[in-house]
């Protein structure tokens, strides 16, 4: 794209391409970022601080464990079921250390899931935390698994502290079902290896790093290809684009996304890694009473989540307690972020959200919002360095500067394809050109803006209607705390609009919903259909579902 009319928006300092070769893997990006920062404070967990020192010994002693006391060799997989907390970097960095590959599988994941993700990436061995344990044991026997580790949450703190934490857990808080594991290992027994017999392996940037699966909101779920050269050059991109407007081993990142989640994989685990962060790891975003409590303990200066997260926080009474006067980079991906939420959160914190957009299949940054006052509320900015974008009509097309059109993307980020699914990697790649699925046009300044998913567009007698719209509008009603929009059968229109909305204010009707729209929306984009719910269905990162919505209506 050397005639990107975007790139005169960049912030200063930022470039128009990246290196993806600076480092020769992620095992030398992990090395190199240790020797840099080995006395710095890496993680914080529950209280408990690890230095990227520690991290180093931690994770050698895992991988040499995997070198030496299993069968498992270069290449093989190996699931890490576990939410936010110190055991997943070390597990996560030991298993790249060790050569292998890995399957990143929600802790939120049933039987079912678990096991088909176990089976399609043919993975040999799992770190668990014991909470999810007992789903692992109805599927284990049909699965390839040969390894079992299991972890406790306290497994990390020091001794009474980690005594008292899994006792706790296991029999007070009874959060650890029983079950029964005949083979397994423990991970503290993993961790007492003897690092002098490790033996770093050759890995090359071309190498598969992730088999990291998609929601399945299409079809069975898939493994994307993630090769170490496409989370390099996704973290190079992220790196060049906001780590400039901060200071080295200067920050304090909250981080109440889970790392097994593509977006906070990439940004938090390694982008900020390389920055020398500080990562403040949050086990359960849900519980925002906690959740604000552990960011009231630090003087917090980034801070990334998705649209639902940043909505419950500015509607908790405690979060305006918070001392924001640090906070200078809120990021937001993952789903889009609404305009009354955006505009709101500034109005809070005097920090604006910089929106960005990507997909598991592209590492996943795409695009982002510029930093320095240059973001624009509803868009997802500007092309990264080393990314071209397209944006297409259903014959693969390019469609005239303002159009809508499918957005096709292009960069070292994109990955390798579907593990073990050509006919699936075929749909969606064309000449190096990834099909994100997603509907979007480009401003004459170069920002774009996402317009919807395809696949969940509204035919109303013969119009587009696209949810976000429908949804962004709704959302600004001050009485309204969530709201999903699908479409559903209709005899006279093909399909019509229904909305679901949970209520801010109890008070709030349904002719004032439709009164409401009527300013804001033309008569075919309006909802036909209004059901109020006390909840909405979310992904394990707080996306509304409206696939389960569509299934239920």
Not at 353 to 375: F, H, M
Not at 521 to 527: A, C, E
Request: glycine share 6%; net charge neutral.
């Amino acid at each position: 794209m050397k005639d990107y009319i975007g790139y005169q928006h960049y912030s200063e300092g930022v470039p128009r391409t990246i290196n993806p070769d600076e480092y020769d893997s992620l095992v030398d990006l992990i090395e190199q970022s240790i020797y840099k920062f080995r006395n710095q404070v890496a993680y914080i967990h529950m209280g408990v601080e690890v230095t990227f020192g520690e991290i180093d010994r931690l994770s050698k002693q895992f991988a040499t464990y995997l070198q030496t006391k299993t069968d498992l060799k270069q290449g093989d997989r190996i699931a890490i079921q576990m939410p936010n907390c110190m055991q997943y970097p070390v597990a996560l960095f030991g298993a790249l250390r060790a050569g292998l590959i890995v399957v990143n599988v929600n802790p939120l994941y049933t039987p079912r899931e678990l096991e088909h993700q176990i089976n399609d990436s043919g993975a040999k061995a799992i770190v668990i935390l014991a909470n999810f344990a007992h789903n692992l044991e109805k599927v284990l026997d049909s699965t390839p698994l040969e390894y079992v580790i299991v972890t406790e949450i306290g497994d990390m703190m020091p001794f009474l502290r980690r005594t008292i934490t899994n006792l706790v857990v296991k029999y007070v808080k009874k959060l650890v079902p029983p079950y029964n594991i005949t083979k397994e290992i423990s991970f503290r027994q993993a961790l007492g290896a003897d690092s002098k017999d490790y033996k770093r392996p050759t890995v090359k940037n071309n190498d598969i790093a992730f088999l990291q699966y998609t929601g399945g909101t299409t079809g069975v779920s898939k493994g994307a290809m993630l090769s170490h050269s496409n989370i390099i050059a996704n973290m190079q991109q992220i790196k060049a684009w906001i780590l400039g407007a901060l200071s080295e081993a200067q920050e304090t990142t909250i981080t109440a996304l889970p790392m097994y989640h593509i977006f906070s994989l990439t940004v938090n685990c390694f982008a900020f890694f390389v920055g020398g962060h500080r990562n403040v790891l949050i086990t359960n975003p849900r519980d925002l009473k906690a959740l604000i409590a552990e960011m009231k303990q630090y003087n917090f200066t980034v801070l990334t989540g998705v649209n639902t997260l940043f909505a419950g926080l500015l509607n908790h009474p405690d979060f305006t307690t918070l001392d924001f006067s640090r906070l200078h980079l809120t990021l937001g991906g993952g789903m889009a972020v609404q305009t009354a939420v955006a505009q709101r959160w500034k109005q809070v914190t005097s920090s604006p959200i910089t929106e960005a957009y990507g997909l598991t299949e592209t590492s996943p940054g795409l695009t982002s919002n510029p930093l320095q006052g240059k973001e624009q509320d509803g868009t997802i900015g500007l092309a990264l360095p080393s990314t071209e974008i397209s944006i297409r009509d259903d014959d693969g097309k390019e469609v005239p500067q303002g159009e809508r059109g499918e957005l096709w993307a292009k960069g070292p980020q994109v990955m390798l394809g579907y593990w073990q699914k050509p006919e699936e990697t075929a749909k969606v790649m064309e000449e190096g050109w990834f099909k994100t699925g997603d509907i979007a046009i480009m401003q004459p300044d170069g920002f774009f803006k996402i317009v919807d998913r395809k696949k969940d567009m509204i035919l109303v007698s013969g119009f587009n209607v696209y949810p976000n719209e429908v949804e962004d509008v709704i959302a600004l009603h001050p009485k309204v705390l969530e709201v999903a929009a699908i479409g559903v059968p209709d005899d006279k229109s093909t399909e019509a609009v229904k909305v679901f909305i949970v209520k801010k204010d109890e008070t709030l009707t349904e002719n004032e919903i439709r009164e409401f729209c009527k300013d804001q929306l033309t008569n075919y984009k309006q909802p036909k259909h209004i059901e109020f719910r006390t909840d909405l269905p979310k992904s394990n990162v707080g996306k509304i579902l409206r696939r389960m919505l569509k299934d239920n209506a």
